[in-house]
């Protein structure tokens, strides 16, 4: 099994490429559907309590809590490929790469802070993210859990400032498939998926 992993700060796009494979019928695994989870075990709304509940799991089992509870879900998974969507830490990146060797590949997705605001704002998936100083604050919590250092050992860097067309055919090559290969035939569309969890 192949596991492609994608790493960026909020608006760069990982949500997008997560689609994209979906459409293609390649399974994806959220590392911020664990802490979704682990809210709802606890009675708790991941809604409210997702930052929270991140830093109680890291908390009680260690920096690499989120990345061992996604490894366990990935070796569940039946596929060829999977895509990882959203790692942050260091400590994560070594976690998959200890599990999965060279079957594990980082793909680092980059944009501009300006272009990345403007789609927070563009996007509407709550009431913050019209809100530049909460973009901003968002921004600084990832560069603290360590993800640039995690962008700057990726394998692959993807510029994601043009179309929407150029990106996707990009992410689909990284995936191995074709246009045609997603589920309905036709290309993935623009998604609203989460690209700013915060954990």
Avoid: Y
Avoid at 70 to 79: F, M, P
């Amino acid at each position: 099994m192949r596991i492609l992993g994608t790493v960026g700060l909020p608006g760069s796009g990982k949500g997008e490429a997560a689609a994209v494979a979906e459409a293609a019928g390649i399974p994806v695994v959220t590392m911020g559907d664990v802490i979704r989870d682990a809210c709802r075990e606890r009675g708790l709304d991941p809604a409210q309590h997702h930052g929270e509940v991140a830093k109680q799991l890291r908390e009680e089992d260690g920096p690499t809590a989120i990345a061992d509870r996604t490894v366990d879900r990935l070796r569940e998974v039946d596929g060829d490929v999977v895509l990882v969507d959203g790692l942050r830490g260091p400590a994560e990146l070594d976690r998959f790469r200890e599990a999965f060797g060279e079957s594990f590949e980082l793909v680092a997705i980059e944009a501009p802070r300006e272009v990345r605001a403007e789609r927070a704002a563009e996007r509407g998936r709550d009431e913050s993210d019209g809100d530049r100083e909460a973009f901003e604050r968002r921004e600084r919590r990832e560069r603290e859990f360590g993800l640039v250092e995690v962008m700057e050992r990726a394998d692959v860097t993807v510029d994601n400032t043009g179309s929407l067309a150029a990106f996707h055919e990009r992410v689909r090559d990284l995936l191995g498939v074709t246009e045609t290969d997603s589920t309905d035939g036709r290309p993935a569309v623009e998604s609203s998926a989460a690209d700013g969890d915060e954990r």
